[in-house]
C-alpha cells in the first residue's frame, strides 16, 4: 500500500511536470518550437552571452520592422531561437526557471538584413571572416552579397557560419559578377549564350541564386541572364549604366542598385547598350517630375526593388566623409594613412563646391519618392573606403532618417524589406512564430543605433562589444 502511494505520487509529480510543460508548447501548438538550434563550437561560443534555450526579454521598446512605430513595456518569449510570444509585460506569463533579460530603457529591433553587402572590397577580393564578425556585432544577421569577387570562399564561409564554426551573419551567397567588354577583367565578360547558362548553371548547382550585372553589361546578354537565372530559381540584381533603369525592368530584372546615381535613363547623349554620356543630369532633374514618377510606378508595376547605398556615396562628399574612431581602431594602419591622405585633399577643396552634397539630397529624395508610391525600398552597406561592413549598415539608418524617412519606415526598409526581397518569411519581423533575429540597443535608437548591447541570431545572444575588442586593427589583414 505505502509502495503504491510512493508511485502514485511520482506520477502526480511528473504529470504536474508535464503539465507545464506541454502547456507552455501549447500556447502556441502552430509553432514548431521542438527544431534544435545549431551547436556552437569553443570558437563561436566564447562570443555567446545567453545561451538558453528558453529566454525571457522585459520592459523592452518593440520595433516590430513592419512599419509600425514602437511598442513600449514588452515581453518577448524566445523558445528554441523562435518568438513564441510577445505581447505587454502584464499580459505576458513569464516560466519559470527561465533567463530573464530586463530591457528597460532598452529597444528591440529585427536583425539587420543588408543585401548590397559583399564579403570584398576594393583591393581585396574577399574579408569574409572580419566583415562577418563586423556585420554580426553591428547587428546585421543576414546579408545578401550581392556579386561576390570569391563566390567559392562565399560558400564555404556560409556554410561555416551555419554550422556554428565561424560567427556571422546568414550568408546569402551570390554568383561572380557579369559585366561587358571595357568592363572589370575579375568579372565575367560572356563570349556567348551558351558561356552565360553554363555560368548560371555551375553556381546554382552549388547552390547560388544570386546574379549581379555590372556597368557594361550589353542589353542581349541580360536578357539571357535573367532567363537562365529564373529557370533556375535564382535572382539577377544589377549595378547598371550602359542599360536603363527602364530597359532593365522590361526585361524582368528582379532589384536595381544604388538609386540615382546609377540612373542612365536621363543621361545627357547616351548611346544605346554603351555604357556613356554625361552624369549633370543629377544636377538638373527633378524628382517628382512625371518622367521620374512614371519610372518609379514601371518598376513597381514589375516589382523590381531599389537598394539604397548611402553610407557609401557620402564617404565621397569631402565635408562629410568622416570616419569615427571605432572604424579608425579596426582598420589597418595603411588603410587608416589612405584615409588621411583623402582627407588632406578633402580639406584643401574651396568649401564652395557644394555639388556632391546637392546630388546627395536628390539621391535621397529620388530613393524617398520610390519608396512613398509604394515602391519596395532595400539598403545595404557597399563596404569600401572608410564605410565598413556593419557600421556602414548602421550609418545608412542615420542617412535614411536624413533622407525624410520616419524611424520605423527606415527600420522596415533596414529588415522586412531585406527578407521580402530574399524571399525569408521567416525573419525580417519581431512576430510570433518567426525565427528570433535581433537586436537589443541601449537606449533610445533615435539618438543612437551604434550602441548595439546585444544580437540575437539562431538561439544565441551575441556580445557585440567583445567582438569589437577584438576586432582593433585587423579590418585590412585578409
Ligand atoms: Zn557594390
Same mark, same amino acid.
Given at each position: 500500500?505505502?509502495?503504491?502511494?510512493?508511485?502514485?505520487?511520482?506520477?502526480?509529480?511528473?504529470?504536474?511536470?508535464?503539465?507545464?510543460?506541454?502547456?507552455?508548447?501549447?500556447?502556441?501548438?502552430?509553432?514548431?518550437?521542438?527544431?534544435?538550434?545549431?551547436?556552437?563550437?569553443?570558437?563561436?561560443?566564447?562570443?555567446?552571452?545567453?545561451?538558453?534555450?528558453?529566454?525571457?526579454?522585459?520592459?523592452?521598446?518593440?520595433?516590430?520592422?513592419?512599419?509600425? %512605430?514602437?511598442?513600449?513595456?514588452?515581453?518577448?518569449?524566445?523558445?528554441?531561437?523562435?518568438?513564441?510570444?510577445?505581447?505587454? %509585460?502584464?499580459?505576458?506569463?513569464?516560466?519559470?526557471?527561465?533567463?530573464?533579460?530586463?530591457?528597460?530603457?532598452?529597444?528591440?529591433?529585427?536583425?539587420?538584413?543588408?543585401?548590397?553587402?559583399?564579403?570584398?572590397?576594393?583591393?581585396?577580393?574577399?574579408?569574409? @571572416?572580419?566583415?562577418?564578425?563586423?556585420?554580426?556585432?553591428?547587428?546585421?544577421?543576414?546579408? #545578401?552579397?550581392?556579386?561576390?569577387?570569391?563566390? +567559392? @570562399?562565399?560558400?564555404?564561409?556560409?556554410?561555416?557560419?551555419?554550422?556554428?564554426?565561424?560567427?556571422?551573419?546568414?550568408?546569402?551567397?551570390?554568383?561572380?559578377?557579369?559585366?561587358?567588354?571595357?568592363?572589370?577583367?575579375?568579372?565575367?565578360?560572356?563570349?556567348?549564350?551558351?558561356?552565360?547558362?553554363?555560368?548560371?548553371?555551375?553556381?546554382?548547382?552549388?547552390?547560388?541564386?544570386?546574379?549581379?550585372?555590372?556597368?557594361?553589361?550589353?542589353?542581349?546578354?541580360?536578357?539571357?541572364?535573367?532567363?537562365?537565372?529564373?529557370?533556375?530559381?535564382?535572382?539577377?540584381?544589377?549595378?547598371?549604366?550602359?542599360?536603363?533603369?527602364?530597359?532593365?525592368?522590361?526585361?524582368?530584372?528582379?532589384?536595381?542598385?544604388?538609386?540615382?546615381?546609377?540612373?542612365?535613363?536621363?543621361?545627357?547623349?547616351?548611346?544605346?547598350?554603351?555604357?556613356?554620356?554625361?552624369?549633370?543630369?543629377?544636377? +538638373?532633374?527633378?524628382?517628382?517630375?512625371?518622367?521620374?514618377?512614371?519610372?518609379?510606378?514601371?518598376?513597381?508595376?514589375?516589382?523590381?526593388?531599389?537598394?539604397?547605398?548611402?553610407?557609401?556615396?557620402?564617404?565621397?562628399?569631402?565635408?562629410?566623409?568622416?570616419?569615427?574612431?571605432?572604424?579608425?581602431?579596426?582598420?589597418?594602419?595603411?588603410?587608416?594613412? #589612405?584615409? #588621411?591622405?583623402?582627407?588632406?585633399?578633402?580639406?584643401?577643396?574651396? %568649401?564652395?563646391?557644394?555639388?556632391?552634397?546637392?546630388?546627395?539630397?536628390?539621391?535621397?529624395?529620388?530613393?524617398?519618392?520610390?519608396?512613398?508610391?509604394?515602391?519596395?525600398?532595400?539598403?545595404?552597406?557597399?563596404?569600401?573606403?572608410?564605410?565598413?561592413?556593419?557600421?556602414?549598415?548602421?550609418?545608412?539608418? +542615420?542617412?535614411?532618417?536624413?533622407?525624410?524617412?520616419?524611424?520605423?519606415?527606415?527600420?522596415?526598409?533596414?529588415?522586412?524589406?531585406?527578407?521580402?526581397?530574399?524571399?525569408?518569411?521567416?525573419?525580417?519581423?519581431?512576430?510570433?512564430?518567426?525565427?528570433?533575429?535581433?537586436?537589443?540597443?541601449?537606449?533610445?535608437?533615435?539618438?543612437?543605433?551604434?550602441?548595439?548591447?546585444?544580437?540575437?541570431?539562431?538561439?544565441?545572444?551575441?556580445?557585440?562589444?567583445?567582438?569589437?575588442?577584438?576586432?582593433?586593427?585587423?579590418?585590412?589583414?585578409?
Amino acid at each position: 500500500m505505502k509502495h503504491l502511494t510512493f508511485i502514485l505520487l511520482i506520477v502526480t509529480i511528473l504529470s504536474c511536470k508535464q503539465n507545464s510543460k506541454s502547456e507552455l508548447i501549447v500556447l502556441n501548438s502552430d509553432i514548431n518550437f521542438t527544431q534544435k538550434r545549431t551547436e556552437l563550437n569553443q570558437n563561436t561560443l566564447k562570443y555567446v552571452k545567453y545561451n538558453s534555450n528558453i529566454i525571457v526579454l522585459t520592459n523592452a521598446t518593440v520595433f516590430d520592422g513592419k512599419g509600425n %512605430s514602437a511598442k513600449e513595456n514588452q515581453t518577448l518569449i524566445v523558445v528554441n531561437g523562435y518568438f513564441q510570444s510577445i505581447g505587454k %509585460s502584464s499580459e505576458i506569463d513569464i516560466p519559470e526557471n527561465t533567463t530573464i533579460i530586463n530591457l528597460k530603457g532598452k529597444t528591440i529591433i529585427p536583425g539587420i538584413v543588408g543585401v548590397h553587402n559583399h564579403l570584398h572590397i576594393p583591393q581585396f577580393p574577399f574579408i569574409g @571572416e572580419t566583415a562577418s564578425k563586423l556585420y554580426l556585432a553591428s547587428g546585421v544577421t543576414t546579408i #545578401q552579397t550581392c556579386g561576390s569577387a570569391s563566390p +567559392e @570562399e562565399e560558400i564555404e564561409l556560409s556554410n561555416k557560419i551555419e554550422k556554428g564554426q565561424i560567427i556571422g551573419p546568414n550568408i546569402v551567397t551570390s554568383g561572380p559578377y557579369f559585366t561587358g567588354k571595357g568592363g572589370n577583367p575579375n568579372m565575367i565578360i560572356p563570349r556567348d549564350a551558351k558561356h552565360i547558362k553554363d555560368t548560371i548553371q555551375y553556381w546554382t548547382k552549388k547552390g547560388v541564386r544570386w546574379f549581379k550585372v555590372y556597368r557594361n553589361t550589353i542589353p542581349n546578354d541580360l536578357e539571357i541572364i535573367i532567363n537562365e537565372a529564373h529557370k533556375h530559381n535564382a535572382k539577377v540584381t544589377g549595378h547598371l549604366c550602359s542599360i536603363t533603369f527602364e530597359q532593365a525592368t522590361n526585361l524582368g530584372i528582379d532589384g536595381i542598385e544604388h538609386g540615382l546615381n546609377s540612373t542612365s535613363d536621363f543621361r545627357r547623349n547616351k548611346t544605346f547598350g554603351i555604357c556613356d554620356g554625361s552624369r549633370e543630369y543629377i544636377d +538638373e532633374i527633378i524628382i517628382n517630375s512625371e518622367k521620374v514618377r512614371q519610372l518609379h510606378q514601371l518598376m513597381i508595376d514589375k516589382n523590381v526593388f531599389l537598394t539604397s547605398t548611402l553610407a557609401i556615396y557620402e564617404a565621397s562628399i569631402p565635408k562629410r566623409a568622416f570616419a569615427d574612431k571605432r572604424t579608425l581602431d579596426v582598420m589597418l594602419p595603411f588603410l587608416v594613412a #589612405q584615409y #588621411q591622405e583623402r582627407r588632406k585633399q578633402y580639406d584643401s577643396i574651396n %568649401s564652395d563646391n557644394d555639388l556632391r552634397e546637392k546630388r546627395l539630397k536628390r539621391i535621397m529624395d529620388f530613393e524617398y519618392q520610390f519608396f512613398k508610391m509604394g515602391g519596395t525600398l532595400t539598403a545595404g552597406v557597399d563596404a569600401g573606403r572608410h564605410v565598413l561592413p556593419g557600421f556602414g549598415d548602421q550609418r545608412n539608418f +542615420e542617412l535614411l532618417k536624413e533622407a525624410g524617412f520616419k524611424t520605423e519606415e527606415v527600420i522596415k526598409i533596414m529588415t522586412s524589406n531585406g527578407a521580402k526581397v530574399l524571399s525569408n518569411s521567416e525573419i525580417g519581423t519581431v512576430e510570433k512564430g518567426k525565427k528570433a533575429d535581433f537586436v537589443v540597443i541601449e537606449g533610445n535608437i533615435e539618438k543612437d543605433i551604434r550602441n548595439v548591447e546585444l544580437v540575437f541570431k539562431n538561439g544565441y545572444g551575441y556580445d557585440p562589444k567583445l567582438i569589437l575588442r577584438e576586432m582593433k586593427g585587423k579590418f585590412g589583414i585578409e
